[in-house]
């Protein structure tokens, strides 16, 4: 679908030109337009980007990254403004995650990163967070319909869940705007650097997923 604010990118740089106009799955990757964003299976400095957008202290609150992940605050601004369709291919470093970043098409630039990943449970969860420019919009709900849709239109999964942290009100209303349902689950879910917080969690159900032709969650096949 053109856009007339793209037309600059498009105009700039033909290779630029080619990976900005993917809009479809292939064997390298995902990529599908939802609302305000392009989400796809990011460059390597595009996820470099993502990463930053998550790194600042309120973002962390919730996230709570191991220190070595964390992009330093000197680090950020430079790391955001990566300009989308360049750098190289990515490869995940992360084998129970598919990772796409939502891509502003009209700022050019990274707004964020929508994951879905095996839970605690070893079933699928989504999860994900903007950049601060985009926060307080009302656009978390477009970040996780379309972790909804990478779940059941991309990966063929019946079920996706999330969790938020008890108090994160933001999140938990982006997610029961994106259609998620409050859902039981263990009263508590311990971060990745070991702080351990109280959880709400959501569920959403597609009665007849789908599979594209890009990269499957190949810990959940069979
Ligand atoms: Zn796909």
Known sequence: MANVSEAPLFGRLTRRGRLMAKRTCDRRGHAFALGRFLFRTPTAWEYAAAVACGSDPAAQRWLGWLPDSVVEESLRAEAMRVVPGTGPDWATPDP???????????????????SVHSGEDGGPETGGYLAPGYRGQGLGRDLFAAGLLLAH???????????????NVASGRSLEAAGLRRAAGPPRYTLPNGR?????WYQHDSPRPHRCTGPQAQWLAG
Do not use: P, Q
């Open 96 to 114: 129970h995650s598919v990772d796409i970043v939502a891509i502003d098409l009209g700022a050019g630039r990274c707004a964020g990163l929508v």
């Open 153 to 167: 239109e991309h990966l063929g999964l019946f079920r996706v869940r999330a969790g938020a942290e008890v108090g």
């Open 196 to 200: 351990v917080s109280e959880a709400w």
